[in-house]
């Protein structure tokens, strides 16, 4: 035998579904990006030791310089990584992941490093932040180019 619904337990129920289905959504991955594929963009995003020498060995290639624009920058999602090229022949990177709350920083434009989750901001120059909510900085990741790429220094 079934109770009769009641307002009272019609509203209780309401609330319990209210309240799970933003929780459950918040549990899966929403994340549509290939990883494999670079993202570039108009600006860079910088704040590691600059690569301007060029040498030969070392490890594989994050990026080909070419592919990384002068005031611009490319977002390397496999890699979570951001290079930049502020100045012609001055590479750098920095972590992807934004300090608010760990979301893949999604573009760089104007010299800033956009994170798509809050809208935190970067400074493409040294991965300061230059507005909020993240109240650190990206961290610098030392970078070289060698043989024409961008590679871990």
Do not use: W, Y
């Not at 009272?8 to 579904?17: M, Q």
């Not at 209210?18 to 704040?47: H, R």
């Not at 993240?134 to 590679?151: E, M, N, R």
Request: with cysteine.
């Amino acid at each position: 035998m079934t109770a009769p619904l009641t307002r009272r337990r019609a509203l209780s129920g309401a609330a319990t579904l209210g309240v799970s289905v933003p929780l459950l959504a918040a549990c899966g991955d929403d994340s549509d990006t290939n990883a494999s594929d670079p993202v570039t963009s108009d600006s860079t995003p910088s704040s590691s030791a600059p690569a301007t020498e060029t040498t030969t060995g070392g490890g594989a290639g994050l990026v080909a310089t070419s592919e990384v624009p002068v005031d611009g920058g490319v977002v390397l999602a496999s890699e979570e990584l951001v290079v930049t090229q502020p100045t012609a022949g001055q590479f750098k990177a920095f972590s992807a992941i934004c300090t608010h709350q760990g979301c893949l920083v999604g573009s760089v434009s104007d010299g800033t490093i956009t994170c798509p989750c809050h809208n935190s901001m970067f400074s493409a120059a040294d991965g300061s932040v230059t507005g909020g909510p993240a109240s650190a900085p990206l961290p610098a990741v030392p970078v070289k180019v060698t043989d024409g790429q961008v590679v871990r220094a």
